[in-house]
């Protein structure tokens, strides 16, 4: 075998390519003979491959829909209670202007206006759902939020937003207001009616924040998928950790970021300095 | 998302070591401690805490940001933020950390910051070792 004498350049560069190839081998045959392997460079291989990263954008995405599915399903509770907050307000004012007239004319015609708007708070309940469900109906909803069934899971259980059958309270009135005292009874239903909508629509709005905040990060999580994937097939190892080098010093950004960010935290993680 | 931790966690203290649990860092004595954790809140171990002075690489930003989750849930959106500024970073610089970075992300979904952070301790080893081939 004659020997060939390579220039220092090319030499350096077939040392190089050896050392890739003979990684790459290494790698292989570890994956091949299931040993476990001892190098954490080993181990981003057994996270992926191109087949499993598509199955896990798709249920990512299914997951992303249950989520949206519930945010609008709490909008469209939310909006009905306003709509409902509004009815009792009108409520309370024709239950005054009862209290304020002796006139059984007047007071039977309030009494039908009352009646009127009792029965459109419970119309408005019946109409706050979505896609089939209704906060205001006593529907609930179980949103998945886990890989596998059963795991973490966020449940929102509605109320019965109907005037009367339901947890609102708010009676019809007799013909005509008859008495003061119905009128003043009225009026204090009223009160607690809007109370409970209060509560309720808190509780809705903390679901609402908790949904709003697992959408944002679900949709972070299927873009990184899908910009990385393509990069995914081409990474040159060698080309990462000069790239990781550089992103160190050009950090700038970063380290300030962070440092406001545990500015802002709370004093426990000062302890760790 | 709440924070929370598997209840009644039981910890193993071994002598002199610290441990963060909630906004108490605390020390044990000189001999061998159990605990039990009884109800829902951030526990890491001195040895499993990196400082803010020490978050000099990209992976090991990441590692930091997800203990702000954990132990500062109250800001959990701005925490979120900085995390994909990061991770998007990281990604591109590293292709090949994609999975490592969705098996972190996927625990940081469920709440489980723990896991998170034992995972993305792997991370910052894999990152050492791309750096050392350079």
Redesign the interface.
């Known amino acids: 075998m004659s020997d060939i004498s390579l220039s220092a350049g090319i030499r350096a560069n077939l040392l190089s390519l050896q050392n890739t190839s003979s990684l790459l081998s290494r790698t292989q045959e570890r994956l091949g003979s299931g040993k476990k392997v001892n190098?954490?460079?080993d181990?981003?291989?057994?996270?992926?491959t191109a087949q499993s990263?598509t199955n896990?954008a798709n249920d990512l995405t299914a997951r992303l829909d249950g989520i949206t599915k519930g945010i609008q399903t709490i909008k469209a509770a939310d909006n009905g209670i306003k709509g409902i907050t509004t009815f009792i307000s009108q409520l309370k004012g024709i239950a005054n202007d009862a209290l304020g007239t002796t006139s059984t004319t007047d007071r039977q015609t309030l009494a039908s206006r009352y009646n009127e708007v009792v029965n459109q708070i419970t119309q408005l309940a019946e109409d706050s759902g979505y896609d089939g469900i209704n906060l205001l109906n006593s529907g609930s909803l179980v949103i998945q939020?886990?890989?596998k069934a059963g795991?973490?899971t966020l449940g929102i259980t509605g109320f019965s937003g109907q005037a009367t059958a339901g947890d609102l309270n708010i009676a019809t009135v007799g013909a005509g207001f008859t008495a003061d005292g119905a009128a003043s009874a009225n009026i204090t239903a009223l009160e607690a009616a809007e109370v409970v909508l209060r509560n309720k629509s808190r509780e809705l709005s903390t679901n609402l924040s908790?949904l709003t905040?697992?959408e944002?990060?679900?949709k972070?999580?299927v873009n990184?998928?899908k910009?990385?994937?393509d990069?995914?097939t081409?990474?040159d190892?060698?080309e990462?950790?000069?790239?990781?080098?550089?992103?160190?010093t050009q950090?700038q950004l970063?380290v300030q970021?962070?440092?406001l960010?545990?500015q802002?935290?709370?004093?426990?993680?000062r302890?760790?300095? | 998302?709440?924070p929370f931790t598997i209840v009644g966690l039981k910890i193993t203290l071994k002598p002199r070591e610290k441990i963060?649990i909630?906004?108490a860092?605390i020390s044990n004595g000189n001999a061998t401690s159990e605990l039990i954790l009884e109800n829902e809140i951030p526990v890491l171990r001195e040895k499993d805490?990196?400082?803010?002075?020490d978050?000099?690489?990209?992976s090991r930003?990441v590692y930091?940001?997800i203990?702000?989750m954990y132990?500062?849930p109250?800001?959990?959106?701005?925490?979120?933020k900085?995390y994909?500024?990061?991770?998007?970073?990281?990604?591109?610089?590293?292709?090949?950390?994609?999975?490592?970075?969705?098996?972190i992300?996927?625990e940081?979904?469920?709440?489980r910051y723990y896991q998170a952070l034992k995972i993305a301790k792997?991370l910052i080893?894999?990152?050492?070792?791309?750096?050392?081939?350079?």
């Open positions: 190098s954490a460079i181990n981003p291989t057994n996270y992926f990263l896990r939020f886990a890989e795991d973490a908790i905040t697992r944002s990060f679900t972070n999580m990184t998928l910009s990385g994937a990069k995914l081409l990474a190892l060698n990462e950790g000069a790239n990781l080098l550089a992103l160190n950090s970063a970021s962070l440092s960010a545990s802002a935290a709370s004093s426990v993680l302890i760790i300095g | 998302m709440e963060l909630g906004g860092l805490l990196l400082a803010e002075k978050a000099t690489t990209p930003r930091y940001v203990q702000l132990f500062d109250a800001n959990l959106r701005e925490h979120h900085l994909w500024d990061l991770v998007r970073q990281l990604v591109q610089a590293a292709p090949s950390t994609l999975g490592l970075i969705d098996a992300s996927e940081i979904l469920n709440n792997k080893e894999y990152e050492n070792e791309l750096i050392q081939r350079t």
